[in-house]
């Protein structure tokens, strides 16, 4: 008798459960680590850019026309340190978050290994990504203290799949852009080796944070999917809007004002912010994630 009362919900699990142990053999087969893979000895050759220049958000302006090659490509490698030092700010909500979901479950559940395999890796991409920031020049770029406080509100409030989501719009975002500078030839070699390492092992985090989230949805009522996507939404915004600090523009040595004001009104990294969150706004949708509300603000964000 007892068996039958806990099979129905250990079966309900049973598709997440396969899901993490393909992970976690997936990871066993193909996982990094930079301390070895990445060329941290060679010094920074400035004939490089730190991202594709199309990624940039003075990319196409009239600003941009006017920088010199060498100020386009110290843009780029402070731009590049920014988004990398925002990743760092997001995965240590992100550890949190796993964390506390997954505090006195079951250690034997391989959604219980894989989770911590995910901390694993994000531990080493947050000390991949400082390194990596230090190596181009750059200072330690951090959200403004705002945002800082919400993320700290957010990482200790944020439950189920607004956790889930949210996790996967920050994955998401930095993925599109990464697949593209790992294969750009003018991006320094050892940016793209970094972007490879995030692109390959976060493909898996990728996949269990969309389980995840259906997985949490599975029995939420219209209520609860309005409250949370409308928290996902603003969660997105922020993370999105705090990629690129003013102080980039100053170690650049631009004029900051003007930059953040042609910057603010570039239409060509709106369109490739909103290309490159195309596969998350679809799945959001699918998932009942994309209600009116939440749509104003990711059109705010330039994601849709």
């Not at 800082?148 to 996967?168: D, H, M, N, P, Q």
């Amino acid at each position: 008798m007892a068996s039958s009362t806990v099979q129905p919900a250990d079966q309900a699990r049973q598709p997440e459960r396969e899901a993490a142990r393909r992970l976690l053999e997936s990871s066993a087969k193909l996982s990094y680590d930079p301390a070895t893979e990445v060329d941290w000895d060679t010094p920074l050759d400035k004939d490089f850019h730190g991202m594709s220049p199309e990624w940039s958000t003075l990319y196409g302006t009239p600003y941009w026309q006017e920088l010199t090659e060498a100020q386009r490509k110290e843009l780029t490698r402070q731009e590049s340190a920014c988004v990398a030092s925002t990743g760092i700010w997001f995965e240590m909500i992100l550890q949190q978050m796993v964390l506390r979901d997954m505090y006195a479950k079951d250690p034997t559940d391989p959604r219980f290994q894989w989770a911590l395999t995910e901390i694993a890796d994000e531990c080493r991409h947050s000390i991949m990504f400082g390194r990596g920031a230090a190596k181009l020049g750059a200072p330690a770029y951090r959200p403004g203290r705002f945002v800082r406080e919400l993320g700290r509100a957010f990482k200790t409030l944020a439950v189920g799949e607004a956790a889930y989501a949210s996790i996967l719009v920050a994955e998401e975002v930095l993925d599109v852009m990464q697949r593209d500078w790992m294969r750009d030839e003018r991006v320094v070699p050892f940016v793209r080796t970094i972007n490879n390492i995030h692109v390959v092992e976060e493909s898996r985090h990728m996949k269990f944070a969309r389980e995840e989230t259906r997985a949490r949805l599975r029995r939420a009522g219209k209520l609860r999917r309005r409250t949370q996507a409308l928290v996902v939404s603003i969660a997105s915004y922020f993370i999105v809007t705090s990629m690129v600090s003013r102080e980039v523009y100053e170690r650049a040595g631009l004029d900051v004002e003007r930059a953040l004001a042609e910057a603010k009104a570039n239409e060509h990294y709106k369109s490739m912010m909103r290309s490159s969150c195309a596969g998350l706004m679809e799945f959001l949708s699918s998932a009942g994630l994309l209600t009116r509300p939440a749509v104003a603000v990711y059109r705010r964000a330039h994601l849709i």
